[in-house]
Protein backbone atom coordinates (compact mmCIF):
# COMPACT_ATOMS: atom_id res chain seq x y z
CA UNK A 1 0.00 0.00 0.00
CA UNK A 2 2.67 2.23 0.54
CA UNK A 3 3.96 3.88 3.69
CA UNK A 4 1.50 5.23 6.32
CA UNK A 5 3.31 6.72 8.86
CA UNK A 6 1.56 8.84 11.87
CA UNK A 7 3.60 11.12 14.36
CA UNK A 8 2.00 13.24 17.27
CA UNK A 9 4.54 15.68 17.00
CA UNK A 10 3.15 18.61 20.25
CA UNK A 11 2.42 20.99 18.87
CA UNK A 12 4.63 23.32 16.38
CA UNK A 13 3.56 26.85 17.16
CA UNK A 14 5.85 28.20 19.88
CA UNK A 15 7.79 25.73 21.12
CA UNK A 16 11.95 25.88 21.34
CA UNK A 17 12.03 22.45 19.00
CA UNK A 18 9.72 23.59 16.41
CA UNK A 19 12.50 23.91 13.70
CA UNK A 20 13.68 20.81 14.25
CA UNK A 21 9.76 19.24 13.95
CA UNK A 22 9.32 21.04 10.87
CA UNK A 23 12.42 19.63 9.52
CA UNK A 24 11.82 15.92 9.99
CA UNK A 25 8.21 16.14 8.69
CA UNK A 26 10.03 17.61 5.96
CA UNK A 27 12.39 14.96 5.75
CA UNK A 28 9.65 12.54 6.00
CA UNK A 29 7.09 14.09 2.68
CA UNK A 30 10.44 13.79 0.52
CA UNK A 31 10.76 10.11 0.98
CA UNK A 32 8.90 8.61 -1.75
CA UNK A 33 7.74 5.44 -0.10
CA UNK A 34 5.66 7.92 2.02
CA UNK A 35 1.65 7.78 0.74
CA UNK A 36 0.23 9.13 3.69
CA UNK A 37 1.12 10.97 6.43
CA UNK A 38 -1.01 11.92 9.62
CA UNK A 39 0.56 14.29 12.60
CA UNK A 40 -1.85 14.67 15.57
CA UNK A 41 -1.25 17.56 18.24
CA UNK A 42 -0.46 19.94 16.02
CA UNK A 43 -2.35 22.75 18.11
CA UNK A 44 -2.62 24.91 15.06
CA UNK A 45 -5.51 26.68 14.90
CA UNK A 46 -6.16 27.78 11.51
CA UNK A 47 -4.15 27.24 8.21
CA UNK A 48 -2.43 30.34 8.20
CA UNK A 49 0.16 28.70 11.09
CA UNK A 50 0.94 25.56 8.83
CA UNK A 51 4.72 25.94 8.42
CA UNK A 52 5.71 27.05 4.73
CA UNK A 53 8.13 24.24 4.66
CA UNK A 54 5.45 21.83 5.00
CA UNK A 55 3.27 23.73 2.04
CA UNK A 56 6.48 23.47 -0.05
CA UNK A 57 4.79 20.10 -0.92
CA UNK A 58 1.40 20.86 -2.47
CA UNK A 59 2.77 20.07 -5.67
CA UNK A 60 3.45 16.18 -4.30
CA UNK A 61 0.61 15.75 -1.33
CA UNK A 62 -3.07 16.88 -0.77
CA UNK A 63 -2.58 18.58 2.40
CA UNK A 64 -6.06 18.20 4.94
CA UNK A 65 -6.29 19.34 8.06
CA UNK A 66 -8.97 19.78 11.04
CA UNK A 67 -7.41 22.08 13.32
CA UNK A 68 -7.56 22.42 17.07
CA UNK A 69 -10.53 24.89 18.42
CA UNK A 70 -10.93 27.50 21.29
CA UNK A 71 -12.16 25.28 23.66
CA UNK A 72 -9.87 22.52 22.74
CA UNK A 73 -6.16 23.79 22.04
CA UNK A 74 -3.80 20.58 22.51
CA UNK A 75 -5.61 18.89 19.57
CA UNK A 76 -5.55 19.56 16.06
CA UNK A 77 -4.70 17.14 13.22
CA UNK A 78 -3.19 17.43 9.19
CA UNK A 79 -3.11 14.38 6.83
CA UNK A 80 -0.61 14.69 4.41
CA UNK A 81 -2.29 12.31 1.48
CA UNK A 82 0.64 11.66 -2.50
CA UNK A 83 -0.83 12.96 -5.11
CA UNK A 84 -1.29 9.35 -6.40
CA UNK A 85 -4.37 9.25 -4.43
CA UNK A 86 -7.75 11.10 -5.41
CA UNK A 87 -8.90 12.54 -2.19
CA UNK A 88 -13.08 11.57 -2.57
CA UNK A 89 -14.73 12.27 0.61
CA UNK A 90 -13.08 14.52 3.71
CA UNK A 91 -15.03 14.37 6.96
CA UNK A 92 -14.31 16.52 10.68
CA UNK A 93 -16.09 14.18 12.60
CA UNK A 94 -14.89 15.97 15.85
CA UNK A 95 -12.67 18.79 14.88
CA UNK A 96 -8.68 18.03 15.61
CA UNK A 97 -9.37 14.62 17.23
CA UNK A 98 -11.20 12.38 14.63
CA UNK A 99 -10.71 13.22 10.66
CA UNK A 100 -12.02 10.62 7.73
CA UNK A 101 -10.66 10.89 3.87
CA UNK A 102 -11.73 8.35 1.63
CA UNK A 103 -9.34 7.87 -1.03
CA UNK A 104 -8.85 6.45 -4.20
CA UNK A 105 -5.87 5.06 -6.01
CA UNK A 106 -5.17 6.53 -9.35
CA UNK A 107 -3.23 3.95 -10.02
CA UNK A 108 -5.93 0.15 -9.15
CA UNK A 109 -8.78 2.37 -8.54
CA UNK A 110 -9.24 0.57 -5.17
CA UNK A 111 -10.65 2.89 -2.53
CA UNK A 112 -10.11 3.00 1.19
CA UNK A 113 -11.12 5.00 4.34
CA UNK A 114 -8.83 6.24 6.05
CA UNK A 115 -8.80 8.01 9.54
CA UNK A 116 -7.00 9.96 12.16
CA UNK A 117 -7.59 9.45 15.93
CA UNK A 118 -6.09 12.21 18.76
CA UNK A 119 -7.82 10.07 21.81
CA UNK A 120 -8.35 12.72 24.81
CA UNK A 121 -6.58 11.90 28.31
CA UNK A 122 -8.21 11.89 31.95
CA UNK A 123 -11.57 12.28 30.64
CA UNK A 124 -14.85 10.70 32.29
CA UNK A 125 -17.40 7.77 31.27
CA UNK A 126 -19.91 10.19 29.97
CA UNK A 127 -17.29 11.98 27.61
CA UNK A 128 -15.31 8.53 26.37
CA UNK A 129 -18.79 7.20 25.26
CA UNK A 130 -19.57 10.16 23.03
CA UNK A 131 -16.26 10.02 21.00
CA UNK A 132 -17.36 6.39 21.03
CA UNK A 133 -20.37 7.01 20.01
CA UNK A 134 -19.13 9.46 16.76
CA UNK A 135 -16.36 6.72 16.05
CA UNK A 136 -18.90 3.64 15.62
CA UNK A 137 -21.37 6.02 13.83
CA UNK A 138 -18.69 6.63 11.11
CA UNK A 139 -17.51 3.26 10.76
CA UNK A 140 -20.88 1.90 10.40
CA UNK A 141 -20.94 4.28 7.08
CA UNK A 142 -18.41 2.66 5.43
CA UNK A 143 -19.68 -0.94 5.83
CA UNK A 144 -17.75 -3.21 4.44
CA UNK A 145 -15.39 -0.68 2.79
CA UNK A 146 -11.37 -1.16 3.56
CA UNK A 147 -10.54 0.77 6.62
CA UNK A 148 -7.20 2.06 7.62
CA UNK A 149 -7.53 3.79 11.60
CA UNK A 150 -4.09 5.47 12.68
CA UNK A 151 -3.97 7.58 15.77
CA UNK A 152 -2.24 8.34 19.51
CA UNK A 153 -5.41 6.85 21.14
CA UNK A 154 -3.54 7.67 25.26
CA UNK A 155 -5.38 4.51 25.88
CA UNK A 156 -4.23 0.95 25.47
CA UNK A 157 -6.81 -2.49 25.57
CA UNK A 158 -3.94 -4.30 26.94
CA UNK A 159 -1.54 -4.80 30.09
CA UNK A 160 1.08 -5.65 27.50
CA UNK A 161 1.05 -2.24 26.06
CA UNK A 162 1.89 -0.59 29.43
CA UNK A 163 5.71 -1.22 31.58
CA UNK A 164 3.57 -1.08 34.30
CA UNK A 165 1.41 -3.91 33.50
CA UNK A 166 -1.50 -2.43 34.66
CA UNK A 167 -4.49 -0.03 33.13
CA UNK A 168 -4.73 3.86 33.96
CA UNK A 169 -8.03 5.16 34.77
CA UNK A 170 -8.19 6.51 31.33
CA UNK A 171 -7.61 2.87 30.04
CA UNK A 172 -10.66 1.93 32.19
CA UNK A 173 -12.65 4.72 30.90
CA UNK A 174 -12.18 3.79 27.03
CA UNK A 175 -11.13 0.05 26.75
CA UNK A 176 -14.78 -1.76 27.12
CA UNK A 177 -16.26 0.89 24.68
CA UNK A 178 -12.88 0.55 22.25
CA UNK A 179 -13.11 -3.20 22.42
CA UNK A 180 -17.05 -3.69 21.37
CA UNK A 181 -16.16 -1.49 18.25
CA UNK A 182 -12.81 -3.56 17.05
CA UNK A 183 -15.09 -6.67 16.90
CA UNK A 184 -18.25 -4.90 15.80
CA UNK A 185 -16.24 -3.56 12.42
CA UNK A 186 -13.30 -6.05 12.46
CA UNK A 187 -10.93 -3.79 13.71
CA UNK A 188 -7.52 -5.47 13.81
CA UNK A 189 -4.12 -3.95 16.08
CA UNK A 190 -1.36 -4.13 13.38
CA UNK A 191 1.45 -4.72 15.31
CA UNK A 192 0.17 -6.69 18.01
CA UNK A 193 -1.02 -9.37 14.87
CA UNK A 194 2.47 -9.33 13.55
CA UNK A 195 3.85 -9.21 16.96
CA UNK A 196 1.36 -10.83 19.46
CA UNK A 197 3.78 -11.02 22.22
CA UNK A 198 6.29 -8.34 21.77
CA UNK A 199 6.56 -5.36 24.17
CA UNK A 200 7.24 -2.25 22.08
CA UNK A 201 6.27 1.32 23.42
CA UNK A 202 5.55 4.34 21.17
CA UNK A 203 5.36 6.78 24.75
CA UNK A 204 7.98 7.34 26.72
CA UNK A 205 7.26 10.02 29.50
CA UNK A 206 9.33 12.98 30.09
CA UNK A 207 11.14 12.83 33.33
CA UNK A 208 8.91 9.98 34.29
CA UNK A 209 9.27 6.25 33.86
CA UNK A 210 6.10 5.80 32.08
CA UNK A 211 5.94 3.39 28.97
CA UNK A 212 3.14 2.50 26.81
CA UNK A 213 2.10 1.73 23.22
CA UNK A 214 -0.66 4.75 23.14
CA UNK A 215 0.03 4.85 19.54
CA UNK A 216 -1.91 2.59 17.19
CA UNK A 217 -2.69 1.44 13.67
CA UNK A 218 -5.39 -0.91 12.94
CA UNK A 219 -6.83 -2.17 9.74
CA UNK A 220 -10.01 -3.69 8.81
CA UNK A 221 -9.59 -7.75 8.10
CA UNK A 222 -10.37 -7.11 4.05
CA UNK A 223 -7.08 -5.18 3.75
CA UNK A 224 -4.69 -6.36 6.56
CA UNK A 225 -3.41 -9.18 4.19
CA UNK A 226 -1.93 -6.11 2.07
CA UNK A 227 0.27 -4.84 5.27
CA UNK A 228 3.45 -6.62 5.00
CA UNK A 229 5.00 -4.63 8.65
CA UNK A 230 4.77 -2.25 11.11
CA UNK A 231 7.56 -0.51 13.19
CA UNK A 232 7.24 1.97 16.40
CA UNK A 233 9.38 4.63 17.10
CA UNK A 234 9.88 7.02 20.11
CA UNK A 235 11.52 10.34 19.41
CA UNK A 236 11.43 12.90 21.80
CA UNK A 237 11.16 16.55 20.21
Given at each position: MGDIIQCN??????????????????????????????????????????????????????????????????????????????????????????LHLKLLNQASLEEFNFFSFYGKSNINMQSAKIISKKLDESFEKCENQKIILCGDFNFVTSMIDRNSSTFTNTDNTYRNEWEQIEIKYNLIDVFRHHYPKLRNYTFNQSGGSSKSRIDRFYASGNCLGRISKTKNESKIL
Open positions: IRGVKTENLRDQKVQLVSHILSNNKTRVLSLQETRITNDNQIPKDWLNFKHLYHIVSSNATEIDPGSGIIVFVKKTEDVLKTNAYILGRF
